[in-house]
């Protein structure tokens, strides 16, 4: 059973379980399509931005030491940690493409309430391939994270080396 310096921080295990309900919760708040213009998903919007305002303080906690050593060595660990960069790197893509689409469509963005200015000038239609790759890559990091829950479960219920209390508080 790990102990202490075999877990995540407990910041980092809040923020991991939260941004993993923020991507669910706007995986099912998405719209497309002609009416998104006329009515904004608002919700979506906000519950997307904040995945991405909390990659940020994440990223530093994992650097000040919030994340433990890997307790195994090898090509599946090396996996495990390409995994989690791609993970990463779609919590971060993913928002600002939405943020940048929204811009284009002409749609307002604002983070529950508070106005953000547009990224970029809309355009008349549709807004074209950075369109394209935020809808895409909204589903694509549902299955890759969908894929990472059954790789930690296998870990714990068929390899029974304790890895989801590494991201759990108790
Ligand atoms: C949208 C959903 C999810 C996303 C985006 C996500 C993302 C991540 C990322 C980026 C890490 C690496 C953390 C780091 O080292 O800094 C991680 C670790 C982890 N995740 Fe998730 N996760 C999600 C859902 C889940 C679910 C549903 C489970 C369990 C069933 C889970 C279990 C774990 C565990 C156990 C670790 C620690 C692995 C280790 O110790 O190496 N995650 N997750
Ligand atoms: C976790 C973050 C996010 C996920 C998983 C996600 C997922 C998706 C998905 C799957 C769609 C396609 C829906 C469909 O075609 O039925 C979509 C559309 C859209 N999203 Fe996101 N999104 C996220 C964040 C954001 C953010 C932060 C913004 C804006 C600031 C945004 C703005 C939009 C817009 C405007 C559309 C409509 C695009 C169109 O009609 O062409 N999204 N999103």
């Given at each position: 059973m790990p102990d202490r310096a075999h877990r995540y921080s407990a910041s980092m295990i809040v923020i991991h379980w939260l941004t993993a309900l923020l991507v669910l919760g706007g995986w099912f708040t998405a719209e497309g399509g002609g009416k998104v213009a006329e009515n904004p998903p608002l919700l979506h919007v906000s519950l997307g931005l904040a995945v991405l305002v909390l990659v940020l303080p994440r990223l530093i906690l994992r650097m000040a030491g919030g994340a433990p050593e890997a307790d195994a060595q090898g090509w599946l660990t090396t996996a495990a940690k390409a995994g989690h960069v791609v993970l990463y790197l779609f919590l971060i893509a993913l928002p600002i493409t939405g943020w940048y689409t929204a811009s284009r469509m002409g749609v307002s963005v604002s983070f529950f309430g508070l106005q953000l200015p547009a990224l970029t000038e809309p355009v008349q239609g549709r807004p074209g391939l950075i369109g394209e790759l935020h809808e895409n890559g909204g589903t694509i990091i549902l299955i890759l994270s969908g894929l990472h829950a059954l790789m930690a479960i296998w870990h714990q219920f068929?390899?029974?080396?304790?890895?989801?209390r590494r991201m759990s508080l108790r």
């Open positions: 068929i390899l029974r080396d304790g890895t989801l």
